[in-house]
């Protein structure tokens, strides 16, 4: 079965940093391209980024909203995925979706953790 | 970034009617070059995060009830639930993977019992 477990989340003052972790279990983490969704509080879903696969040498992609402050890293060796994010803004409060995307169709998720709560406020 | 608008914002339909989502993007979402619609649909219940309904704008994932249909190409987009359950209820999004660098949702359509 698969799943995606995230941790992490919290409260953070506006100008910090916070770290993201996501554990993956029931496939082979490093055939897929990994991704991060968030959704702000009673909002819609909007990208935050992505991780290529092994095959596609773990390249990365970000939305323009957080290019420069978030970096997406994974260990597949710890079926791991993380999200490092720095001077964080109050608008990136949002639960933060950990996503898996299809073999299927890359671009599209068809795996989704729990979500976990970061919330940017002093 | 292509902009994905949807609508109607929230449509309230009874049970064993039919319940239509609509999708447009700014722009194309079609790749000539292996004529498929870069389209997904999701629906996410209250507490839950989304589920993957519809990719390819028009093919099931597996385990999704086939009174779900996706349909339309280009730039116009239709979601269509055939008969409404209870367990429907839920907000839907539409999602575009034509530019993956810059992947984005529509605002999302609430759907309700009548």
């Known amino acids: 079965e698969v799943q995606l477990v995230e941790s992490g989340g919290g409260l953070v003052q506006p100008g910090g940093s916070l770290r993201l972790s996501c554990a993956a279990s029931g496939f082979t983490v490093s055939d897929h391209y990994m991704d991060w969704v968030r959704q702000a509080p009673g909002k819609g879903l909007e990208w935050v980024g992505r991780t290529r696969n092994k095959a596609n040498s773990y390249t990365t992609e970000y939305a323009a909203s957080v290019k420069g402050r978030f970096t997406i890293s994974r260990d597949d060796s710890k079926s791991s995925l993380y999200l490092q994010m720095n001077s964080l803004k109050t608008e990136d409060t949002a639960v933060y979706y950990c996503v898996r995307a299809s073999g299927t169709a890359t671009g599209t998720f068809d795996y989704w953790g729990q979500g976990t709560l970061v919330t940017v406020s002093s | 970034d292509i902009v994905m608008t949807q609508s109607p914002d929230s449509l309230a339909v009874s049970l064993g009617e039919r319940a239509t989502i609509n999708c447009k993007s700014s722009?194309?979402?079609?790749?000539?070059?292996?004529?498929?619609?870069?389209l997904a649909w999701y629906q996410q219940k209250p507490g839950q995060p989304p589920k993957l309904l519809i990719y390819?704008?028009?093919a099931r994932e597996s385990g999704v009830p086939d009174r779900f249909s996706g349909s339309g190409s280009g730039t116009d987009f239709t979601l269509t639930i055939s008969s409404l359950q209870a367990e429907d209820v839920a907000v839907y999004y539409c999602?575009?993977?034509?530019?993956?660098?810059?992947?984005?949702f529509g605002q999302g359509t609430r759907l309700e019992i009548k």
């Open positions: 722009q194309t979402v079609l790749y000539s070059a292996n004529n498929k619609n870069y």
């Open positions: 999602q575009q993977y034509y530019s993956i660098s810059a992947i984005t």
């Open positions: 390819w704008a028009s």
